[in-house]
C-alpha cells in the first residue's frame, strides 16, 4: 500500500530583529509542522538577505530569474500550503517581504493572463496551495489601528497578492500589542497560532 505523502507547507518570516516574538512564532510554527511529520520549507528572509529590489530585466514577461529566485518561485510553486509571518509597518509588510512578493509572486509562476491578453485583464491564478495564513505583529492597539488607518494588510494578501493567484482560503491574524505584552500572553499567542495552522492542514487531509 502507498504511503501517504504529507502536505508540503512553505514559512516565510521577515523581521530583522533576531529576537522578535515574529522569529518565535516562525520557529513554534517550523516545529509544530515538522513535529507533525510534514515537509517544511523555511525561509527567514533577512537571514538569508534576500535581495528585496527587483531589477528591470526580471520585469519582462518571459524573463528567467537567478538561481535564488529561481529556487524561491520553485517553493512557492510546490506548496499545498503556505504561512506568512511579519510585522504590520506603516500598515504594509516590510520592505524585504514586498521585494520577495514582487520577485516571486510573478507571472506563469503565481498567476498568467489568458493568451492574447496583454495583462490588461483578469489574471489567471496558478498556486496549488490550499490555504494561507498570514501572521502579523503590531504596537497598535487594535481598535485604533482599525479607527484610524484601517486594515490595509488584509486587503493586500486577501486580495492583492493571494486570492489573485488562486488561493482562496486565507486566514490572517494579527497579535498586539508586542511591545508592552507579557511573557504570558507571548505564550498564548503562539498556542493561538500554531493551533490555527495545525487546523488549516488537518484541511488538506
Same mark, same amino acid.
Given at each position: 500500500?502507498?504511503?501517504?505523502?504529507?502536505?508540503?507547507?512553505?514559512?516565510?518570516?521577515?523581521?530583522?530583529?533576531?529576537?522578535?516574538?515574529?522569529?518565535?512564532?516562525?520557529?513554534?510554527?517550523?516545529?509544530?509542522?515538522?513535529?507533525?511529520?510534514?515537509?517544511?520549507?523555511?525561509?527567514?528572509?533577512?537571514?538569508?538577505?534576500?535581495?528585496? *529590489?527587483?531589477?528591470?530585466?526580471?520585469?519582462?514577461?518571459?524573463?528567467?530569474?537567478?538561481?535564488?529566485?529561481?529556487?524561491?518561485?520553485?517553493?512557492?510553486?510546490?506548496?499545498?500550503?503556505?504561512?506568512?509571518?511579519?510585522?504590520?509597518?506603516?500598515? @504594509?509588510?516590510?520592505?524585504?517581504?514586498?521585494?520577495?512578493?514582487?520577485? *516571486?509572486?510573478?507571472?506563469?509562476?503565481?498567476?498568467?493572463?489568458?493568451?492574447?491578453?496583454?495583462?490588461?485583464?483578469?489574471?489567471?491564478?496558478?498556486?496549488?496551495?490550499?490555504?494561507?495564513?498570514?501572521?502579523?505583529?503590531?504596537?497598535?492597539?487594535?481598535?485604533?489601528?482599525?479607527?484610524?488607518?484601517?486594515?490595509?494588510?488584509?486587503?493586500?494578501?486577501?486580495?492583492?497578492?493571494?486570492?489573485?493567484?488562486?488561493?482562496?482560503?486565507?486566514?490572517?491574524?494579527?497579535?498586539?500589542?508586542?511591545?508592552?505584552?507579557?511573557?504570558? @500572553?507571548?505564550?498564548?499567542?503562539?498556542?493561538?497560532?500554531?493551533?490555527?495552522?495545525?487546523?488549516?492542514?488537518?484541511?488538506?487531509?
Amino acid at each position: 500500500m502507498t504511503k501517504a505523502v504529507k502536505p508540503n507547507i512553505l514559512v516565510v518570516c521577515a523581521n530583522p530583529k533576531a529576537g522578535s516574538f515574529c522569529k518565535s512564532l516562525a520557529r513554534a510554527v517550523v516545529l509544530e509542522l515538522k513535529n507533525s511529520g510534514h515537509r517544511v520549507t523555511y525561509h527567514d528572509l533577512d537571514a538569508e538577505k534576500f535581495p528585496p *529590489v527587483i531589477p528591470a530585466r526580471e520585469i519582462r514577461r518571459g524573463a528567467v530569474p537567478a538561481g535564488l529566485i529561481r529556487r524561491h518561485c520553485a517553493d512557492l510553486v510546490r506548496a499545498d500550503g503556505i504561512v506568512i509571518i511579519h510585522p504590520n509597518w506603516w500598515g @504594509q509588510p516590510p520592505a524585504v517581504m514586498k521585494g520577495w512578493i514582487d520577485r *516571486v509572486f510573478r507571472t506563469d509562476v503565481a498567476y498568467r493572463f489568458d493568451e492574447g491578453d496583454d495583462g490588461e485583464g483578469v489574471p489567471v491564478g496558478l498556486l496549488k496551495a490550499r490555504f494561507a495564513v498570514v501572521f502579523n505583529t503590531s504596537d497598535t492597539e487594535k481598535t485604533r489601528e482599525l479607527k484610524e488607518f484601517g486594515d490595509p494588510l488584509d486587503t493586500i494578501w486577501k486580495n492583492c497578492v493571494f486570492a489573485l493567484c488562486g488561493v482562496r482560503k486565507v486566514i490572517r491574524r494579527t497579535f498586539g500589542v508586542i511591545v508592552t505584552s507579557s511573557i504570558k @500572553q507571548r505564550k498564548a499567542w503562539i498556542a493561538e497560532a500554531v493551533k490555527i495552522v495545525r487546523r488549516c492542514v488537518k484541511g488538506l487531509k
